[in-house]
């Protein structure tokens, strides 16, 4: 082998260098080493800087210019400006692998976003999985990116998003933030489904519609269709199994205090319109077991308030506080009663009460708010009819029919009679009922009296 000394620094060896066992590069002083590789197009070099006590793999022949791989007395590997390729063969072979022995904690890998001026939002580092497509195109599949949503001192705020290939292109399906945790951000037709032991549907989305299924992913079975807002809740098939929906509040065994409910609210309305109906479940009692419990169901009138209309009591009774009803009684006589013609409206002027103020006690006239069967009743008493009357009726006359009682005093002479009824009238909105009394034959001296008898009373039943 022979060695040339091209200058002071340089030497040239004509064929190969073996060195056993060790080949020691420098004098131990406060200086660079190299190994130059003298390249046609480009020169790479591997050298010691002294100063850093780094050794440096790099372009060109001066250490510490344009380093490609440097490691450092701490073992500390780094790669300034580029990236590390690492091909693998086998499928599912080890490309890369990180090992700890430190018997606490795994391995770290660490996305460092080292700027100068750090911003808000920005992109601290990400993982790409590409592959080539049937056309051969490098794609990305999959990615997962890293954010810096606020970099304040003291309220720093991150982000992670994963991104898929959908329909061709990149889509981000979930993001995680601070304050959040998202599905399907970029709007995709995408079902969101949580499989449980039993059910392969226990939670799922329809990404099509929004429609929610619970045990089943077909929520729509009524078929209505996108834009209607849907929970289906479905239970196992076979074996009588039984869908339900459980609500279980807290009392605190506290009597009369809502412990579940539920809402059917209009979203084009506004205020507090907006909620339609509601049934509330209420503890009937402050027992610490088996407190019972009332059933309230309530509704928004046009124009009104929400209030409660029906309750089912713990004990079974069923209260209906807006329920149309009226007591009236006769507060003013009616003296000497026409005979035969049309005969005489019987005015029950004074009110007991009057739920929804449908009862007219200026001319004794109920007008039925909505159609339904209203159970009707009138207690009458006459004083000083005349015995050579034929018979006398009293009746109860609807929009719909009219309804009486009968009675032929046959020349009976009595200091007064009493005349009592009910009926289940059918009645359509803004019906009218009113009582009329009818004598045939003799003379007009019987009189409608102040008493406590002489009652017209109303409820609607159904």
């Not at 190994?35 to 006590?53: E, R, T």
Request: with cysteine; proline share 2%; hydrophobic share 35%.
């Amino acid at each position: 082998m022979a060695i040339t000394k091209i200058s002071p620094d340089v030497v040239d060896f004509d064929s190969a260098l073996v060195v056993s066992p060790t080949l020691t590069i420098g004098d131990a002083t406060a200086e660079d080493t190299k190994i130059v590789f003298d390249g046609n197009a480009q020169d790479f070099y591997i050298g010691l800087d002294d100063s850093a006590d780094d050794l440096i793999i790099g372009l060109g022949s001066t250490v510490g210019t344009t380093p490609i791989i440097s490691v450092d007395e701490n073992k500390d590997v780094a790669i300034p400006d580029g990236k590390l390729t690492i091909t693998e063969s086998s499928s599912f072979g080890t490309s890369l692998e990180l090992k700890n022995t430190s018997n606490t904690h795994g391995s770290v890998i660490m996305f460092n976003n080292d700027s100068s001026s750090p911003a808000d939002s920005d992109y601290v580092g990400a993982m790409i999985f590409n592959e080539d497509d049937s056309a051969g195109n490098s794609t990305s599949f999959a990615k997962v990116f890293g954010r810096a949503l606020d970099v304040t001192d003291g309220t720093e705020d991150g982000e992670l998003l994963i991104e898929l290939a959908v329909a061709g292109s990149s889509s981000e399906v979930v993001r995680f933030n601070s304050s959040e945790a998202v599905f399907n951000e970029a709007s995709q037709d995408i079902d969101f489904r949580v499989e449980s032991d039993t059910n392969a549907n226990s939670l799922f989305l329809e990404g099509s519609t929004s429609h929610i299924g619970l045990g089943t992913g077909s929520p729509d079975d009524n078929g209505f269709g996108a834009g209607h807002g849907i929970l289906a809740i479905a239970s196992a098939t076979g074996s009588a199994k039984t869908a339900m929906l459980n609500l279980m509040g807290d009392g605190n065994d506290t009597d009369a205090t809502r412990v579940a409910s539920v809402f059917f609210n209009d979203q084009s309305a506004t205020g507090g319109g907006k909620t339609l109906a509601g049934v509330e479940a209420y503890r009937a009692s402050n027992h610490a077991t088996d407190p019972g419990a009332d059933l309230v169901f309530s509704t928004n009138v046009s124009g009104g308030s929400y209030a409660e209309k029906m309750r089912i009591h713990a004990e079974g009774y069923v209260t209906m506080p807006l329920q149309p009803a009226f007591n009236a009684y006769a507060g003013t006589a009616q003296d000497n009663l026409a005979v035969a013609g049309s005969g005489a409206v019987l005015i029950f002027d004074t009110e007991r009460f009057d739920i929804g103020s449908n009862y007219n006690t200026s001319n004794g006239t109920f007008t039925a708010p909505v159609t339904g069967k209203y159970q009707l009743s009138v207690t009458t008493r006459f004083d000083g009819i005349d015995p050579a009357s034929s018979y006398i009726f009293v009746q109860i006359v609807t929009s719909n029919s009219s309804y009486y009682i009968m009675y032929d005093h046959g020349g009976t002479d009595s200091e007064y009679f009493s005349y009592n009824f009910s009926i289940l009238a059918d009645m359509d909105a803004s019906d009218t009922a009113y009582v009329s009394w009818y004598q045939s034959g003799g003379s007009a001296t019987a009189d409608f009296v102040v008493a406590g008898a002489n009652r017209f009373t109303g409820v609607l039943v159904c």
